[in-house]
């Protein structure tokens, strides 16, 4: 029988460097004859937190006694950042000539500390070196550059557009400074993650599977996995990718078990295969390079 599957790219990985991995797993398993749903919560949650509605929700979550002297005019420049963010992120699709020219000849863009860098300063005083449109993507980086690092201060030190938590992913010694972290409430930034998974996680998923390269997305994985055992809670959960290939091969920890149900090392093709054989009913079928939990004990 064909299983409807979701393959989820979790916050979040470099926008600029697509992970192969994902749509060549996509691929695969449309060969084997299942439905299959790319997620990349990496994109989606970063368009929705630098959106205006999403910025306004990141402001308002900030307390404004936290907020140093060097990121001071940062925060109290927020309206601005909310009424120009569609401008900017229109900028980096490359799907807006008029946004180019608004910031690349005047002062649009409201300027942080990051534009008194010594290299911003210079591409101002010497435009022509540039392109328009390539000038005006590296200042509208250059402001989120200002944004990031306002969050990472105040709302959480993890925050970052292309790694989330990424220190706690650093070969730990042992799993309960994740636990911990895990355990607290969620800030805003995770909150609108959740709300994002609600809208795209199908409601009758047979399997998710979350494709995890590097440490600064498997906190966000743990996260989302934790999450559908709640509001997904009939869908298997599938955790794979570099990471758990290269810091995982000697895995021992049982409660990494309360967020996902199968953890895959190297080549994920055949591993979902059986994954999949397995949730189609046919129980006799093996594993291949998956992690399970039985009796409370981590199985190879």
Same mark, same amino acid.
């Given at each position: 029988?064909?299983?409807?599957?979701?393959?989820?790219?979790?916050?979040?990985?470099?926008?600029?460097?697509?992970?192969?991995?994902?749509?060549?797993?996509?691929?695969?398993?449309?060969?084997?004859? *299942?439905?299959?749903? !790319?997620?990349?919560?990496?994109?989606?949650? %970063?368009?929705?937190?630098? &959106?205006?509605?999403? #910025? =306004? /929700?990141?402001?308002?979550?900030?307390?404004?006694?936290?907020?140093?002297?060097?990121?001071?005019?940062?925060?109290?420049?927020?309206?601005?950042?909310?009424?120009?963010?569609?401008?900017?992120?229109?900028?980096?699709?490359?799907?807006?000539?008029?946004?180019?020219?608004?910031?690349?000849?005047?002062?649009?863009?409201?300027?942080?500390? *990051?534009?008194?860098? !010594?290299?911003?300063?210079?591409?101002?005083? %010497?435009?022509?070196?540039? &392109?328009?449109?390539? #000038? =005006? /993507?590296?200042?509208?980086?250059?402001?989120?550059?200002?944004?990031?690092?306002?969050?990472?201060?105040?709302?959480?030190?993890?925050?970052?557009?292309?790694?989330?938590?990424?220190?706690?992913?650093?070969?730990?010694?042992?799993?309960?400074?994740?636990?911990?972290?895990?355990?607290?409430?969620?800030?805003?930034?995770?909150?609108?993650?959740?709300?994002?998974?609600?809208?795209?996680?199908?409601?009758?998923?047979?399997?998710?599977?979350?494709?995890?390269?590097?440490?600064?997305?498997?906190?966000?994985?743990?996260?989302?996995?934790?999450?559908?055992?709640?509001?997904?809670?009939?869908?298997?959960?599938?955790?794979?990718?570099?990471?758990?290939?290269?810091?995982?091969?000697?895995?021992?920890?049982?409660?990494?078990?309360?967020?996902?149900?199968?953890?895959?090392?190297?080549?994920?093709?055949?591993?979902?295969?059986?994954?999949?054989?397995?949730?189609?009913?046919?129980?006799?079928?093996?594993?291949?390079?998956?992690?399970?939990?039985?009796?409370?004990?981590?199985?190879?």
């Amino acid at each position: 029988m064909a299983l409807k599957i979701a393959m989820v790219v979790p916050p979040a990985v470099d926008l600029n460097t697509p992970y192969a991995a994902a749509p060549r797993l996509v691929a695969w398993l449309r060969q084997l004859g *299942h439905e299959v749903v !790319p997620i990349d919560m990496s994109l989606e949650i %970063n368009l929705r937190v630098f &959106s205006p509605k999403g #910025l =306004a /929700r990141m402001f308002d979550a900030i307390n404004p006694a936290e907020v140093t002297n060097e990121y001071r005019n940062v925060y109290e420049n927020r309206d601005r950042y909310i009424q120009l963010v569609d401008d900017a992120i229109a900028v980096l699709q490359q799907r807006d000539m008029a946004a180019v020219y608004r910031i690349t000849m005047g002062s649009y863009l409201p300027e942080g500390p *990051h534009f008194r860098r !010594p290299d911003v300063q210079a591409s101002k005083k %010497n435009p022509a070196a540039w &392109s328009h449109g390539d #000038l =005006a /993507r590296h200042l509208v980086s250059v402001m989120f550059a200002d944004l990031t690092e306002l969050f990472r201060s105040t709302i959480t030190r993890h925050f970052g557009m292309h790694r989330y938590a990424h220190t706690l992913g650093w070969a730990p010694p042992s799993f309960d400074p994740l636990a911990e972290e895990l355990a607290r409430p969620p800030n805003v930034y995770e909150e609108m993650m959740f709300e994002l998974a609600d809208e795209l996680f199908p409601k009758d998923l047979d399997l998710a599977c979350f494709t995890c390269p590097f440490p600064g997305n498997l906190v966000g994985a743990l996260l989302l996995g934790r999450w559908m055992a709640t509001h997904r809670p009939n869908a298997k959960r599938a955790f794979g990718g570099g990471y758990p290939s290269t810091e995982l091969r000697e895995l021992e920890e049982p409660r990494v078990f309360d967020y996902m149900d199968y953890i895959v090392i190297d080549d994920g093709e055949l591993p979902l295969k059986q994954i999949c054989a397995r949730l189609e009913g046919r129980v006799e079928e093996p594993l291949h390079n998956t992690f399970i939990r039985e009796n409370g004990v981590v199985r190879l």
